[in-house]
């Protein structure tokens, strides 16, 4: 009687390997007729052994990839018109959950609480367009970045600012997103210009709208996209301030599931995946970035 555990793969629809377990138990007796109940007792045992094992391993290996995101960053992180989860990030966190043979969960968590969210094992991963800096990593650990996105700035029509510097000093003041590295910049580098510090982009985009502010800064992405629900009323200016990377957020102590997740991105980058999410949702943003001399964010 032998009994032995195969390890077997299988390809995914999207290409990737797939590891399925397959448990293979073979019984060999010279004399079935004659085999005594203590080798039946064995068997039944070894049986028992296997088909534990086998529950064991399905469980571990079906628990759900859960996957926190602000469903509030188009064409990022959003809700389609089903209402259910759509964007780039989206499709990349079910592309990484299959290649890691998991369901996916997703959790719409707000921006503020995503990183606690992660700390206290309420999710597994933070894809969420979120920029890898030296403050976070202390509290969490990251990915290869997957994204270059830079600061840049909105401002009026009709404005004479030009860049950051416009910007400085006591007469100026700058709306910023709270919590956000616009925010963190800002407090940093504009030390003696007001900021206005809210909740929501769009409540920034309306300060600038309406005069109130002479500039909002945040992400290329957003500026651009902002200006295009204001093009009679606002002007980008979408050369960087400063360049920022995107990554995955990964609790700290997991540090294989970092490294699986690194081998997702490498893989999805050389067979040109972010391109075709780009193709599919920012044919029009990249075209802009490309007009205004300002490199795209997957490069």
Same mark, same amino acid.
């Given at each position: 009687? %032998? ?8 390809? $995914?629809?999207?290409?990737? !390997?797939? /590891? ?8 060999? $007796? #010279? ?10 007792k ?5 049986? $028992? ?6 529950? !064991? ?9 859960? %996957?926190?995101? +602000?469903?509030?960053y ?17 499709? @990349?966190?079910?592309?990484?959950? +299959?290649?890691?043979?998991?369901p ?6 707000? *921006? ?8 206290? &094992?309420k ?6 367009s ?29 404005? /004479?600012?030009?860049? %950051?510097?416009?910007?400085? &000093? #006591?007469?100026?003041? %700058?709306?910023?997103? @709270? ?16 900021? /206005?510090?809210?909740? +929501?982009? !769009? ?9 109130k ?15 295009k ?8 200016? @979408? ?5 920022? /990377? *995107? ?5 700290? &102590? ?17 067979? &040109?995946?972010? +391109? ?15 007009? #205004? ?7």
């Open positions: 009687m %032998v009994g032995y555990l195969e390890l077997g793969t299988r390809e $995914s629809d999207l290409g990737y !390997s797939v /590891t399925t377990h397959y448990l293979l138990l073979t019984i060999y $007796s #010279a004399s079935p007729g004659k085999m005594r109940v203590k080798n039946l064995i068997i039944v045992c070894l049986l $028992s052994l296997a088909f534990l094992a086998a529950c !064991s391993g399905r469980r571990e290996e079906s628990a759900p990839l859960v %996957v926190g995101m +602000e469903l509030a188009p064409p990022f992180e959003m809700r389609g018109a089903d209402n259910q989860p759509d964007g780039i990030s989206v499709h @990349l966190a079910r592309n990484l959950a +299959e290649y890691l043979g998991r996916l969960q997703i959790e719409d968590v707000q *921006w503020d609480g995503i990183i606690p969210a992660l700390k206290s &094992g999710i597994d991963l933070i894809i969420s979120m920029t890898r800096t030296e403050a976070r990593a202390q509290s969490i650990d990251f990915s290869d970045g997957y994204v270059t996105n830079g600061l840049c700035m909105l401002v009026g029509a009709d404005s /004479t600012v030009q860049n %950051v510097e416009d910007v400085r &000093g #006591a007469d100026s003041r %700058v709306a910023v997103k @709270l919590a956000t590295t616009g925010h963190l910049w800002a407090r940093e580098h504009l030390p003696e210009t007001s900021l /206005t510090v809210l909740d +929501e982009a !769009s409540m920034c985009v309306l300060e600038v709208v309406q005069g502010a002479d500039a909002f800064i945040y992400d290329q992405i957003s500026v651009y996209k902002h200006w629900e204001h093009e009679e009323t606002t002007r980008p200016i @979408l050369k960087p301030i400063r360049e920022e /990377t *995107w990554a995955i957020g990964v609790r700290k &102590g997991e540090d294989d599931l970092r490294e699986q997740v690194n081998a997702f991105l490498r893989k999805y980058r050389e067979e &040109g995946k972010f +391109e075709q999410l780009a193709e599919k949702f920012m044919a029009a943003e990249r075209k802009a970035f490309e007009d #205004a001399g300002v490199p795209f964010i997957f490069h």
